[in-house]
């Protein structure tokens, strides 16, 4: 069994930034990948980000490449995800998720899910 707690949300303004933490406890993925991923209001939930377990490779859905960063600390066995230039559009509840791999992440295979996080953006 994996717990995932998230961390950071809140209020920003447009063109702010916020920085979500991720930590994972009980059964660790050492070597296993961590993402991100968010829900709207009356929308799926949907991809964010995700990094492998080594932290070599990364993943981002087009509509935040440019703007967030994901990370990890396998020491803390947590993850982040540095948020900048938000925009309205990236108002929802943010899911912190864990799976064996990066491929079964994407695929939403065998996911661990934290509780959520909410965002929101302000115009």
């Known amino acids: 069994q994996v717990q995932l707690v998230e961390s950071g949300g809140g209020l920003v303004q447009a063109g702010g930034s916020l920085r979500l933490s991720c930590a994972a406890s009980g059964r660790t993925f050492g070597s296993g990948a961590m993402g991100w991923f968010r829900q709207a209001p009356g929308k799926e939930r949907e991809f964010v980000a995700a990094?492998?377990?080594?932290?070599?490779?990364?993943s981002y859905a087009d509509s935040v490449k440019g703007r967030f960063t994901i990370s990890r600390d396998n020491d803390k066995n947590t993850v982040y995800l540095q948020m900048n230039i938000l925009k309205p559009e990236d108002t929802a509840v943010y899911y912190c998720a864990a799976s064996s791999s990066l491929l079964y992440l994407l695929t939403r295979r065998q996911v661990y899910w934290g509780q959520g996080t909410q965002v929101t953006v302000s115009s």
């Open positions: 990094i492998a377990g080594s932290g070599g490779s990364t």
